[in-house]
């Protein structure tokens, strides 16, 4: 969600205000360089999870400026300031980024998110417009009450640098006999289901190696998985957090990437998007209200997206070289029709964002 926002205010300037749910107000220094203003909103009341932003000049001035606002969800705090900016300024062009929709877990915090997310379904409406990233997420959005003519689609999208990196690698070659390179990037925690991977790759009758890249609480877990699944013609290479340049270079060593993530919290794998521009087939499951399998989706390679397929596919790639290289130009090609920066921006013309648009 961060790198949406960010991408969108480089091209429409305009402020960038952001809840300071972490209480770094204080700090002087934006640890990420950009060429727009930003400001913080004090948001110090929580319930459990739940950030709602106190009033101060900031909000103040947020809430009486004539300009477009864009607000980012989920979250309570943007719903409350998107809502109180539409009453303040009834004439005011106040629209809202639907990035997901949640899948509370059990709980207090569970509830509340429940709560939160029906009740941001009733008001949504109420907003001048809804952008979302994905026809799957328009589609739902349409089916919970929000109008059609209100929801637009606009898929995220890579960063100049990014794009042009990925799009420079060349495409993986057919290599005959040699194992399938399988590559993860992602936190290591429940919702990635990593697990699912490995005992997918684990069934196959075929070589295999699989990198990991990232980290979290579930790694020394993750790690004694891979022992148990690892066989003599496989490998399972835990590499923990990269740079940009060594992830990069992952991405050019692996023939496919797979993010099995089980929840439609994750909507939509910015990673995909980097995979797919270098040209390697990029598998995820069809979840209901996640747009992650449409992301990769390839004419060429038709399957369940279920996790009860996952090892039929991969023992499909694995045994035919020619396919996956052949599947590698059809990513790459669908990358450059649907996602690429300059389809992007057209998208982003045609919603009518006025530039100096300020966003929440």
């Given amino acids: ?31 990420l360089l950009v060429t727009y203003p930003r400001t913080r909103l004090p948001s110090p009341v929580s319930f459990g999870r739940l950030k709602l932003p106190l009033p101060s000049s900031q909000l103040l001035s947020l809430l009486l400026s004539p300009r477009p606002l864009h607000g980012h969800l989920p979250s309570p705090g943007v719903l409350l300031i998107l809502l109180l900016a539409r009453l ?30 029906r009740l941001a379904l009733l008001l949504m409406p109420l907003l001048c417009g809804v952008v979302t990233t994905s026809p799957l997420l328009a589609q739902e959005l349409n ?28 495409l993986p070659q057919a290599r005959v006999g040699a194992p399938l390179r399988v590559v993860f990037i992602g936190r290591l925690d429940t919702y990635k289901r990593l697990d699912w991977l490995m005992e997918a790759l684990s069934t196959l009758s075929s070589p295999w190696e699989l990198a990991v890249v990232g980290d979290g609480p579930l790694r020394p877990h993750f790690e004694h998985l891979a022992k148990r699944s690892a066989h003599m013609f496989s490998r399972v290479r835990f590499l923990g957090r990269l740079s940009e340049s060594e992830k990069l270079e992952q991405l050019g060593r692996a023939d496919v990437l797979v993010l099995p993530s089980d929840r439609s919290n994750e909507a939509f ?18 979840r209901p209200r996640s747009g992650m399998g449409w992301v990769g989706q390839l004419s060429g390679l038709p399957w369940s997206q279920s996790p009860d397929g ?8 694995a045994d035919q070289p020619a396919l996956r290289q052949q599947l590698s130009m059809q990513s790459r090609d ?19 964002y006025a530039v100096g648009t300020s966003s929440v």
């Fill in 310 to 317: 996952l090892a039929e596919v991969l023992q499909r790639l």
């Fill in 143 to 170: 089916r919970c009450g929000c109008p059609q003519q209100k929801v637009s689609v606009l898929p995220c999208c890579l960063s100049q640098q990014q794009e042009q990196l990925g799009l420079a690698l060349p």
């Fill in 269 to 286: 794998g910015i990673v995909q998007l980097e995979a797919m521009a270098a040209g390697r087939i990029a598998l995820a499951f069809d």
């Fill in 88 to 117: 303040v300024r009834p004439r005011r062009c106040v629209t809202a980024h639907w990035h997901c929709f949640l899948e509370p877990h059990r709980g207090i915090n569970g509830w509340l998110y429940g709560v939160y997310q």
């Fill in 1 to 31: 969600m961060e790198r949406v926002t960010h991408e969108l205010a480089s091209v429409l300037g305009g402020v960038v205000y952001s809840l300071d749910v972490q209480g770094h107000s204080s700090v002087l220094d934006d640890p």
């Fill in 334 to 352: 669908r990358y450059r029709t649907l996602f690429a920066r300059g389809v992007w921006l057209k998208h982003v013309q045609r919603l009518g």
